[in-house]
């Protein structure tokens, strides 16, 4: 397919589902969409009806389709975006579309690496895109994801990361910031080395490194896998910006 | 400067409406300091109207890019040059 510049698509919401209190998965047809690759963003245009228009920038969480693509989005503060996206959009609705953008923050399942995701709140959203695209394309690199999170109910994707757990060589591990869950066996707080130490891949294992989420979660944990001897060419980082995308 | 700048990952899409590759993937070199690299790992600062987007090693501006109702301003001084991968043109088997 020739590359072309990207124009500005209408799309029309097919379902909506609420994934935490704060965070909803949208569905939304896209006809004729040339695929993507798991990572990769859409940017999204609403328009009210006195002509004033908001952008922001959306990962893709699900794995290549032709007709539908789905993006889940959290809710932030005063986020006026947001807000809409996660409260008040409804089947049927329609806003403006633009990609699939971004070929930096991409994973290609012809990709036999090890693969080390490092998620910091909604930055888990294109790290899933990643693990659902491998499933979908029968990759067998093996993943391990490393979820930096709030609260246990702030877990997005929670019940499909249960299933996936410890299957297929995938394995999850999660980091509470600030409430665990009931039994956990050490207090909330920040990913540090020795956490990373224990659910990631050693430097040895080269592994591709994603790390998403907002930019003090990234700077923090990029700086730890600089650390701890993983080679800065195999880390990609993508910032959602100070208040988590 | 702090932590109200994104990573070049921001430029992406606003590119792909000049551009018809990922400009964010291209190679280029800051005139200011010589630092290499891809235009994704840069500063961007979103300066309404448009973006400004430095050099993380100098901080120096690498790109201008403001965007009108019927036009766009690219101001590229602050980089070299850029290095694009393409695919490999297939060997045409056209002949005699």
């Known amino acids: 397919m020739q590359p072309s510049r990207l124009a500005w698509r209408v799309t029309t919401v097919k379902a909506v589902r609420p994934e935490t209190l704060i965070a909803s998965t949208l569905v939304l047809d896209v006809a004729d969409w040339p695929g993507h690759l798991a990572g990769q963003h859409v940017d999204v245009r609403l328009t009210a009806a006195d002509g004033y228009t908001a952008q922001r920038s959306y990962s893709i969480a699900s794995a290549p389709d032709t007709s539908t693509i789905e993006l889940t989005v959290q809710r932030v503060p005063d986020g006026e975006v947001s807000a809409y996206l996660v409260d008040e959009a409804r089947p049927g609705d329609q806003f403006e579309l633009r990609g699939p953008i971004g070929g930096y923050f991409a994973w290609r399942p012809v990709s036999t690496r090890p693969l080390l995701l490092l998620a910091g709140g909604s930055g888990i959203v294109p790290l899933m895109a990643m693990i659902r695209t491998r499933a979908a394309s029968g990759n067998a690199a093996p993943v391990r994801l490393v979820y930096s999170v709030r609260a246990p109910d702030l877990v997005i994707y929670a019940e499909e990361l249960r299933r996936v757990a410890g299957n297929d060589g995938v394995e999850v591990s999660y980091v509470y910031t600030r409430s665990v869950p009931e039994g956990w066996d050490e207090p909330p707080g920040r990913l540090d080395a020795s956490r990373l130490a224990r659910a990631a891949w050693p430097p040895s294992a080269e592994p591709d490194c994603y790390v998403c989420g907002p930019t003090g979660f990234v700077e923090a944990a990029a700086d730890l896998l600089v650390a701890a001897g993983h080679q800065p060419e195999r880390i990609r980082t993508e910032r959602f910006g100070p208040s988590g995308g | ?96």
Not at chain 2, 27 to 54: D, F, H, K, N
């Open chain 2, 1 to 96: 400067m702090d932590e109200t700048w994104l990573d070049g990952n921001e430029l992406a899409g606003a590119m792909r409406e000049l551009f018809a590759v990922d400009v964010t993937m291209a190679r280029g070199q800051c005139a200011s300091c010589g630092r290499t690299g891809m235009l994704a790992e840069t500063r961007v600062y979103a300066m309404a109207p448009g973006l400004v987007v430095r050099c993380i090693d100098c901080e120096e501006v690498l790109l201008r890019f403001v965007r009108g109702p019927d036009r766009a301003w690219l101001d590229m001084r602050g980089v070299g040059y850029l290095e694009f991968g393409l695919p490999a043109e297939p060997v045409p088997t056209v002949g005699p």
